[in-house]
């Protein structure tokens, strides 16, 4: 028996390097994973058999990544001297009013699906959509002006597109989705809604698909309702086919009487579905579209039930819903190795198939499709996370037996919108981002953050930088480095931008002319039943506060608590190490 190869430390850390690589970018396997490692892998027992090519896998955990371009490092080291040496200023209110024509301008599109038919193959279909895809993108390219982020677009080596979604995977999901839906709900963030509504995919929807579209204008309870109802009249002049619907998860309730300025403070949420503001506007919006087509009497009893259950305290029962998905699920398996992308073709599409009214929920990454779906199914029936790229692939649950809800991935299209404005929407993952500092100063000179996180003044210093309000916010959250104790600027600087990705730091862009019309929007009609049907949302099913404590002070945890965890009751005493916690980042 031969003697068994030494394995070394060194080789076990290299073989472990090569497996994340190929995990990562299916980098072909290293030099030590063949025979004499301890682990073989597929490809190399593919390699034995005589194979020219190892079998594809089923599961692939990084089919559907994020994949977004970033800056080069002259870019970044020239972005942070600039952050450090640049005295910011505090820009007129009309630099918050946003035009959609400056973030989305003629001669930009989205990936559209080539044309096939079902006596294609699916590798002839894989080849047709890989090269329609790589056309877009080499088409884009040479539309892209060098030199666009030293004026405030994108970076200075990518010319005048912001980063956008470059894997394929992520837009056969939203392929899929636009063809099985009847109605396309395109959410939007309240805060920006120029940069969540693509006018390319507003045409696509209501012109070329002929499909019903919604605007469902997301999260209002984060700006005032006079910019909301602004922000839904400029959709609808722009958009005429389409419907506009204001909606929240967690309508805002009254403020707390004499309460100082600073860091805004949401709700808790979990088990308020019932309290989600805009759901029967939805359902309005969709009759109008569906007509007598499809009965739409149960998803109104369903919402009828909700609000009863709601006034009186308690939350609705769900026995059918498990049964519904259950069908739901097993109706997916079949189809699955139909689907264009898993198999064949898919069947064609037929509106409202078998009396059921199919609705697609797309948008940009953390625009809130999960939580607008969770809030009609009425629970947590989605995962929801505050980092973008949280769902990967699209999921189908049934609202009614005659109402189908997608949830689809967040897609970033290409735009000219600015990367520090991607930021701070949401848009592009705060972990991944080399240097932060930017996007402090784009928010720091649109909102006076001096003064909201009470931050000491440099000393010795005539104005802030936004290093210098990175610093600061360190050195009052107690943020220090592991080795020399030096305050740690660069989480200083990523817990800022949560913030504002929050809605903590709430920066809400305005329509064009809005200063101008100020006084017209917040006495119009439209803007006080608003504000009344949020009130109406933050009150209806919510418990009275207890003896002694603040419900309106309550906010957001970073981590949710587990089931059956008791919550300590509110301490009427300060807490002398509150700068310790992670209660405000």
Request: net charge negative.
């Amino acid at each position: 028996m031969p003697r068994k190869r030494p394995f070394s430390a060194k080789r076990k850390k290299q073989q472990l390097r090569d497996r994340r690589e190929r995990k990562r970018s299916d980098a072909p396997p290293g030099p030590d994973s063949g025979a004499g490692s301890r682990e073989r892998s597929s490809d190399a027992a593919a390699g034995e058999t005589g194979d020219s090519a190892p079998p594809p896998r089923r599961h692939d955990p990084n089919r559907f990544r994020l994949q977004l371009g970033g800056p080069r490092a002259e870019a970044l080291a020239r972005r942070r001297r600039r952050a450090q040496e640049e005295l910011l200023e505090l820009l007129p209110e009309t630099a918050l009013e946003l035009d959609p024509d400056s973030i989305y301008g003629p001669g930009l599109d989205f990936p559209r699906r080539p044309p096939w038919s079902f006596a294609m193959s699916r590798e002839e279909l894989r080849r047709r959509e890989e090269a329609a895809f790589s056309s877009f993108l080499q088409a884009l390219q040479k539309t892209q002006r060098p030199g666009g982020a030293e004026d405030g677009g994108a970076d200075e080596d990518g010319g005048d597109v912001a980063p956008f979604e470059h894997n394929l995977e992520t837009w056969r999901q939203l392929w899929r989705v636009l063809e099985m839906s009847d109605i396309i709900l395109l959410i939007t963030d309240a805060r920006h809604p120029a940069l969540n509504v693509p006018p390319a995919l507003a045409t696509h929807v209501t012109r070329e698909l002929g499909k019903g579209l919604i605007l469902i204008l997301n999260k209002v309870d984060l700006t005032s309702p006079a910019v909301a109802v602004a922000w839904s009249h400029l959709l609808r002049r722009r958009f005429p086919a389409a419907h506009v619907v204001p909606f929240t998860s967690a309508p805002r309730r009254s403020p707390a009487p004499g309460r100082t300025p600073g860091l805004q403070r949401r709700q808790k949420r979990g088990g308020g579905w019932s309290r989600a503001v805009g759901p029967r506007q939805l359902l309005e919006a969709c009759e109008s579209i569906v007509g007598e087509e499809v009965d739409l009497s149960s998803w109104r009893a369903r919402l009828d039930r909700a609000e009863e259950a709601a006034a009186r305290g308690e939350e609705e029962e769900e026995e059918e819903q498990p049964q519904q998905e259950e069908v739901e699920e097993e109706e997916e398996e079949e189809d699955g190795d139909e689907d264009g992308v898993a198999g064949g073709p898919p069947r064609q599409w037929e509106r409202y198939r078998h009396g059921i009214l199919t609705l697609g929920c797309v948008g940009l990454p953390n625009a809130g499709k999960s939580s607008v779906l969770n809030a009609l199914v009425g629970r947590g029936a989605v995962s929801v996370s505050r980092a973008p790229g949280r769902t990967r692939y699209f999921q189908t649950h049934f609202l009614t037996p005659c109402v189908r809800l997608c949830d689809c991935p967040g897609l970033v299209f290409p735009s000219h919108a600015p990367p520090a404005l991607q930021v701070l929407a949401g848009v592009y993952p705060i972990s991944q981002l080399q240097e932060p500092y930017t996007p402090v100063g784009y928010l720091a000179s649109r909102l006076s953050l001096p003064p909201l996180l009470q931050l000491r003044p440099p000393s010795a210093a005539a104005g802030w930088t936004a290093w210098d309000i990175c610093e600061a916010w360190a050195e009052k959250r107690g943020y220090k480095t592991a080795k020399a104790a030096r305050n740690d600027v660069y989480r200083a600087a990523n817990s800022i931008l949560r913030l504002a990705a929050e809605g903590r730091l709430r920066l809400c862009l305005r329509p064009p002319g809005y200063a101008a019309q100020k006084d017209l929007w917040e006495q119009h009609p439209e803007t006080a039943a608003l504000a009344a049907l949020q009130e109406a949302g933050g009150e209806r099913g919510s418990a009275p506060p207890e003896e002694g404590s603040t419900s309106e002070e309550e906010c957001d945890s970073d981590e949710a608590a587990e089931p059956g965890e008791a919550t300590p009751p509110a301490s009427p005493t300060p807490n002398p190490f509150a700068l310790l916690g992670e209660d405000e980042c």
